[in-house]
């Protein structure tokens, strides 16, 4: 098997970025750019489940998260990156080439295999770890207010969490909904001024402060949330029809255990630039950053994935000539 110059893992702005520049630099990238389903680690990310992005620069009047997303896809297309709708099921960063396994796992050998690696997996949304989550997911419950909003019309929601993605997807709920609210185990929110502002502002919005959800109600469909109030341990519980849980991220990073140097919470560490422990092994985006999270910021450090694997391959060749 041919190895290709370089593999890219995963196809949110970091990855589709770094193959736009690695394909521009006639490295003819491939982008396994994973399988369609309901949770963020989808070809696109987690722009997909976005609905208006407001602050990627270019963009004045504001931009849908999927459609800037098939931006990034056909951008990369046009110069030349080859995109493979699949999820990878293994990699072996041991020896180079190195290998990429799509389908069996179990398979001795590689499907693909390539000098370089760009790891851009992104995260995905955290869950409350209940067990009627299990159970309620598409029934009710949701991450994705853009995906499933549309289902509630003239429904009372419950949105749990503090951040900008709760008060986020709270708002956009509101076009549907005869109310929402907002369940928060604090009495501050982590969101921005403007976004704290704009959900203030809005009259469908009401805030549970001090309360967590101890179970959400149901058997075939959401039919209600038992929460309790971490002051006064007070349960009680709210009548709504769908939840929508926005609690935070964690990265998608299962496939690289005991192969790339991760933090605790599961995010690749990098440095110098975007390099990984392994050398040929580059990691981009929210994969390996907790602290910015941003498309733009994920772009960037795409791009940066990009030109430092260039660089590494160009030199990899210059030491096997020399
Ligand atoms: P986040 O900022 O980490 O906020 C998570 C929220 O969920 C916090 O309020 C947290 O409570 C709460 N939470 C966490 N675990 C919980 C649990 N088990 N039970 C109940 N509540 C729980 O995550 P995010 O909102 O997804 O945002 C992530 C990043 O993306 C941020 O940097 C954000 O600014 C950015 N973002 C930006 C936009 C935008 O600009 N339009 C939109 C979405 C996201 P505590 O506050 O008590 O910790």
């Known amino acids: 098997m041919q190895a290709r110059n370089v593999i890219i893992i995963g196809s949110g702005p970091a990855g589709l970025t770094a193959a736009i520049y690695t394909a521009r630099a006639n490295l003819a990238p491939l982008v396994i750019e994973g399988e369609p389903s309901s949770t963020s680690d989808q070809p696109g990310g987690q722009l997909m489940l976005t609905t208006e992005v407001e602050n990627f620069p270019g963009f004045p009047e504001g931009i849908m998260g999927p459609d800037l997303m098939a931006r990034f896809r056909e951008q990369a297309v046009r110069f030349g990156a080859d995109i493979l709708?699949?999820?990878?099921?293994?990699?072996?960063?041991?020896?180079?080439?190195?290998?990429?396994?799509v389908g069996d796992p179990q398979a001795?050998?590689?499907?693909?295999?390539a000098h370089a690696v760009i790891v851009s997996t992104g995260a995905r949304a955290l869950m409350l770890g209940l067990e009627s989550e299990q159970r309620l997911l598409g029934h009710g419950?949701?991450?994705?207010?853009?995906?499933?909003?549309?289902?509630?019309?003239e429904h009372e929601i419950a949105v749990v969490g503090g951040g900008d993605s709760a008060l986020e997807e709270a708002l956009f709920l509101t076009k549907f909904a005869t109310k929402v609210t907002i369940i928060h185990r604090r009495e501050e929110l982590r969101a921005s001024k403007i976004m704290q502002e704009r959900a203030f502002a809005n009259p469908k919005i009401e805030f549970l402060w001090n309360h967590v959800v101890d179970d959400i109600v149901g058997e075939q469909s959401v039919e209600g949330v038992r929460v309790r109030n971490v002051l006064t341990d007070e349960a009680s519980t709210l009548g709504v029809t769908g939840v929508f849980v926005a609690i935070g991220h964690q990265p998608n990073t299962d496939l690289f255990k005991g192969q790339l140097h991760m933090e605790d919470s599961g995010y690749l560490v990098t440095g110098p630039g975007t390099a990984t422990n392994v050398d040929g092994v580059?990691?981009?985006?929210?994969?390996?950053d907790h602290t910015y999270r941003q498309a733009i910021t994920a772009a960037g450090s795409g791009c940066m994935a990009a030109i430092d694997t260039e660089r590494w391959l160009e030199a990899a060749a210059h030491a096997a000539i020399g």
């Not at 709708?85 to 396994?101: A, I, L, N, Q, Y």
């Not at 419950?141 to 019309?153: E, K």
């Not at 580059?282 to 390996?288: L, N, R, T």
């Open 108 to 113: 001795a050998e590689p499907t693909y295999r």
């Open 141 to 153: 419950l949701s991450t994705c207010a853009t995906c499933d909003g549309f289902f509630f019309r």
């Open 282 to 288: 580059f990691a981009c985006g929210d994969v390996q």
């Open 85 to 101: 709708t699949e999820k990878v099921s293994r990699v072996d960063f041991s020896s180079r080439p190195f290998g990429v396994w």
